[in-house]
């Protein structure tokens, strides 16, 4: 289902029971995070999108955990569940599908002539109305945006829910990401697209061609669908809007920027335009964030401010970050369902992933498979760490395929109870998360690969693996006939 811009999406919600309008006087400094991070982890009865219609200092309304739910997740990418879209997705991939060994496979190109085979590609459109209101040179300020100053120690007020465009300075393909943008003044906000990211590789290649600057656009608002594509890791050279042009069932509408090169949603609520010297960088942060704790200071781009273009009326859009489980958490489970045809078009053993929300993403993920031979679970850990930014992962947990990932209960119960600690762990070295405080380096450390499945005597397992408890069927089915007559009641 296509969303024709944000509104539409309020007004669907609202509809569906899952707003919360907020019409007293409310603060962007500190206040909007409380409200915001009591919802997202009390009642889910309350766990409501929540729109903040008088935010002291602007005019615009504050749309937040529009996404912290799995119901509501679902309605911004059109599907009755989640779990829909691996299924999708794997009808899309299924007749691509390798058969043998293919060493020549380019998982980019795979995806990429997939999603372009049904036609979705982006179209430029004029009279955008994002740009109802053009602002440029002086005029061109971030004053009268509620921008959230979201935790005590943060470095300032951040925008949080962008959606970042630019272009490889050398092939001009489109990257789209989601970076915080720290404010410094009402001209200048830092950029902070880290290391592995595709707007950092931007900045390397700019630097090593001489380029002076980096046309940069920052989309907030429009589709949901189109806001969400930003924070998906998709393959390099893959753009992002034809995902969301293939979750949405239609083309991506793009209008051309009024002072950079560049194409931005045509439907956003507001679209900052500029540019990042790659050789200019100042002190960003510290911001908290999805770790539970505050990022350090550290040097990034900065991003200068050419023109602003709004709605008449535009709503901002924010997101919080911090401890688990917030609106990222279901931002997150959205990309592990629709990547997991991925990881099996590589890996086709693989049943089901989960990365639970305390693992934050990167720290943990549970893998069952169906095991066939000696060392099984050790290929798809090594296997994981080599497939795009799944080489973050600072945990992975091997399974076998009887286990439900899905109840962290029963994935710990298989990790505790069938591991020799002495035996079944593989630790290395390798690349770890920018935002990873534990590891000795920046953006290096260790990483663990854990083979909780049943071992077999090829792995040098010669006691025999014990059966698991398990009642009859007959028993379990009288038990259920007769449970009224217990007096238990339904």
Known sequence: MAYQNLQAFIDKLEKAGELHRITVPVDPYLEITEITDRISKGAAAHNKALLFERVKGSDMPVLINALGNEKRMAMALGVGELDDLRHNLAHLLDPKLPRGLRPTLSRAGEMLGALRSIGLKPRIVGNAPVQEVVKTGDNATLD???ILTCWPADGGPYITMPTV???????????VGMYRLQVYDNHTVGMHWQLHKGGAEHERVARE????????AVSLGG????MWSGSAPLPPNVDEFLLAGWLRGKPVELTRCISQPLEVPAHAEIV???????AESRLEGPFGDHTGFYTPPDHYPVLHITAITHRRRPVYPATVVGKP???????GKATERLFLPLMQLFMGEIVDVNMPAAGVFHNLIFV????????????????????GLMMLTKAIVIVDEDV???????AYFHLFGNVDWSRDVIIQDGPVDALDHASYNFAFGGRIGIDATRKLPGEGYTRGWPDPIEMSAEIKERVARRWLQYGFGD
């Open 223 to 226: 589709d949901p669908a189109i």
């Open 144 to 146: 009268g945006i509620p």
């Open 325 to 331: 489980p917030m609106e990222d958490y279901w931002m």
């Open 165 to 175: 465009i630019s272009r490889d300075p050398l092939t001009q393909v489109r990257n």
């Open 209 to 216: 061609m001489g380029k002076e600057q980096i046309p940069v």
């Open 404 to 410: 439900d990932v899905q109840n962290p209960d029963e």
């Open 272 to 278: 900052i335009e500029g540019y990042v010297d790659p």
């Open 368 to 387: 069952s498979i169906k095991k066939r031979y000696p060392g099984h679970a050790r290929k798809v850990i090594n296997g994981l760490w080599g497939l």
